[in-house]
């Protein structure tokens, strides 16, 4: 079961990842004091736990999408506009 959730949740990161929609031109009018993410060039950092979020379970869901043979090189969650966890594999 824990592997078919897994597989959605890469699945859907994937899709989203490639859609058309994030390559349009048009620029969104952005109102820095309504739009935090984009004051700083830096992302906010937090730990799971802080943000409500398993630890264990973003361990197991990066282990899974970092696995042989899926092609993936970084995975990152961003949870209320904080960076609380990310993993590299090197080439």
Known sequence: VKKNVY???FLSL???SCSDNL???ESLPL???ENSLYTDLIWEE???SDVGVDPGFLEDAFTYALAD???TQAVI????EKLIYEQYRGV
């Open 69 to 71: 043979e899926t092609y």
């Open 23 to 25: 390559s349009t031109n």
């Open 31 to 33: 109102d820095e004091e």
């Open 77 to 80: 969650a961003i949870k209320d």
């Open 7 to 9: 597989g959605a949740i």
């Open 46 to 48: 937090a730990t799971p």
């Open 14 to 16: 994937s899709f989203i």
